[in-house]
């Protein structure tokens, strides 16, 4: 079973940075995929990143390329995302998630994931 847990976040203001993490547990392969998801009330949840963690590979939102990195540790078990130029509409709550979903469906496109986290708050004020 995969189990993930999220840490970080808070409040910064516009232009500042934040990092978030994620520590995962249970089986690698059921976990391949690792998402960063964001959801503002009222809105629908929408993918920022993801890391497809056998060969590291990224992906990222048109709306925080450039502005926010996901990387891995070594075991594969840790997963951060930094976020930097924050913008007010970046705050939200976000979300780790993983699946098993091959290379070529690990994009931000999916927000099915099986495993979840609770979710981290995010405020940037303008």
């Known amino acids: 079973q995969v189990q993930l847990v999220e840490s970080g976040g808070g409040s910064v203001q516009a232009g500042g940075s934040l990092r978030l993490s994620c520590v995962a547990s249970?089986?690698?392969?059921?976990?391949?995929?690792v998402a960063w998801l964001r959801q503002v009330p009222g809105k629908e949840r929408e993918g920022v990143g993801t890391?497809?963690?056998?060969?590291?590979?990224?992906r990222y939102a048109d709306s925080v390329e450039g502005r926010f990195t996901i990387s891995q540790d070594s075991a594969k078990t840790t997963f951060a995302l930094e976020m930097n130029n924050l913008k007010s509409e970046d705050s939200a709550t976000y979300y780790c998630?993983?699946?098993?979903?091959?290379?070529?469906?690990?994009?931000?496109?999916?927000?099915?994931?099986?495993?979840w986290g609770l979710g981290a708050q995010v405020t940037v004020s303008s």
């Open positions: 998630a993983a699946d098993l979903w091959t290379r070529g469906y690990c994009s931000v496109q999916v927000t099915d994931f099986r495993y």
């Open positions: 890391i497809y963690i056998v060969d590291g590979n990224t």
């Open positions: 249970g089986p690698a392969n059921d976990r391949r995929c």
